[in-house]
């Protein structure tokens, strides 16, 4: 791991303490050396360290994601933009110990591609990075805090950087149409509550190289969805009224959240698409300890990204992660290595199947299965004899990756 997150003895009486040791994208072993934050926090009785423990869980995803989003959509296209629709303040303020926000985790990780990158590694000449912030105060602590930001790092020239006094549905509006269809773009949407409108959403998820990363406040949504008086909210989210004629339920009056994230995500027109679940810690109300808070999915249309965003989402939710606080912030569905193996053992057994290594993962990417969990799934099903691997990516005997062709023998 690249960073830890880890529950301290208090070093306050009743007071828990996390220490977040941030450590750079590009693998500098010094943090001291790097001038990056280690920071310790101690949290108020009315404050939850979940809460904050999960803040750092989409900056960390964000931040991985970024790391790869950025060489890969670099090496073909001259402008890339990045837009964080719910800024804030651009700091996490950890009872008085500061942390980046989002915006400066994604603009440290953009800024330090396009100064650090090695030369092989081409650049795009201009980023535009537009962060939206509809509050006053908080709008003017934003431009505080990246000018400051700027200053420091020695912002890359390449670097466009605006910041929009607006709410993030009109914002969008705006940005949309002074955007190039086909051009590279990256939607961070992290609202309090309601995502915007589901047509907006749609415009984004039209144009094939966008993506969006955002927070369905699953919890928030579900208690008001049969609330009569949000329909006007629902209805702007999920575009029409059909949600009111859909059964989600799960028994005991709960909404099967699966039913409904797979109901909100299908109809953006994403064709991939990955959720993330957030559970309430056991410090943040104990009625509901357990259940899902949020969700946080990446909408895209491209099976790379896809597969970018499922590592940087596995390497946040692997077993023995400290972040784990809220018990269980975890990939939808959970599959062991295992259960892979018997659904791809139960589907692909004795059909005599020639399928490239890669085009088999994207035909089931609705396993949510990382490239790791593959090959063993693989390895486990040629020791059985039931595949054979033909090598046209891989040198090595044995090895599977790329286009290499699986085999899934008749006898």
């Given amino acids: ?5 880890e529950i301290l003895t208090p070093r306050v009486e009743g007071k828990p303490t996390i220490c977040v040791t941030a450590v750079d994208v590009f693998g500098f072993e010094s943090v001291a050396e ?9 949290c108020e ?8 423990v999960n803040s750092q869980l989409k900056h960390y995803i964000l931040q991985d994601y970024l790391s790869a989003w950025l060489p890969i959509m670099g090496s073909f296209a001259d402008t890339l933009t990045y837009v964080d629709c719910f800024a804030g303040t651009g700091i996490c303020d950890f009872n008085g110990t500061l942390a980046d926000g989002s915006p400066l985790v994604a603009l ?3 800024n330090r591609f396009l100064r650090e990158a090695p030369p092989t590694v081409r650049r795009p000449s201009k980023v535009n990075v537009v962060f939206v912030e509809v509050k006053p105060e908080r709008h003017g602590q934003l431009e505080a805090a990246i000018h400051k930001f700027a200053e420091a790092e020695q912002l890359d020239n390449r670097i466009s950087c605006s910041v929009l006094r607006d709410d993030a549905q009109s914002a969008l509006s705006q940005i949309l149409p002074q955007t190039s269809p086909t051009a590279p773009a990256f939607y961070f949407i992290d609202p309090n509550y309601r995502l915007p409108d589901m047509k907006l959403m749609r415009q984004l998820i039209s144009r094939k190289k966008t993506e969006v990363f955002a927070n369905f406040m699953f919890y928030e949504i579900v208690r008001n969805m049969a609330n009569p008086l949000d329909n006007e909210n629902m209805i702007a989210l999920f575009g029409d009224d059909q949600y009111q004629t859909i059964d989600f339920g799960a028994g005991s009056d709960h909404y099967a959240w699966s039913k409904v994230i797979d109901f909100y ?13 957030v559970c309430f810690g056991p410090d943040e109300n104990a009625r509901l300890q357990g259940r899902i808070k949020y969700a946080l999915i ?10 970018k965003m499922l590592t940087a989402m596995h390497k946040n939710s692997e077993p023995g992660n400290s972040l784990r606080v809220s018990l269980g912030p975890t990939l939808f569905p959970t599959l062991d290595d295992n ?9 692909y057994q004795r059909t005599g199947i020639r399928i490239p290594f890669d085009v088999l993962r994207k035909e089931n990417w609705r396993f949510y299965a990382s490239e790791k969990s593959w090959r063993h799934c693989l390895k486990d099903l040629m020791k059985k004899k039931l595949v054979q691997f033909h ?21």
């Fill in 1 to 5: 791991m690249h960073r830890k997150a």
């Fill in 34 to 42: 790097q001038g990056l934050a280690t920071v310790s926090v101690v």
């Fill in 45 to 52: 009785p009315d404050e939850n360290l979940s809460f904050h």
């Fill in 108 to 110: 440290r990780t953009i």
């Fill in 265 to 277: 995500a299908m109809r953006t027109g994403a064709q991939y698409y990955i959720p993330f679940q």
């Fill in 298 to 307: 990446h909408l895209s249309n491209h099976f790379t990204a896809f597969d």
């Fill in 339 to 347: 259960e892979l193996t018997n659904r791809v053992e139960t589907k």
């Fill in 391 to 411: 090598p046209v990516s891989s040198k090595r005997h044995g090895a599977v990756s790329g286009d290499d062709i699986v085999e899934f023998l008749k006898e």
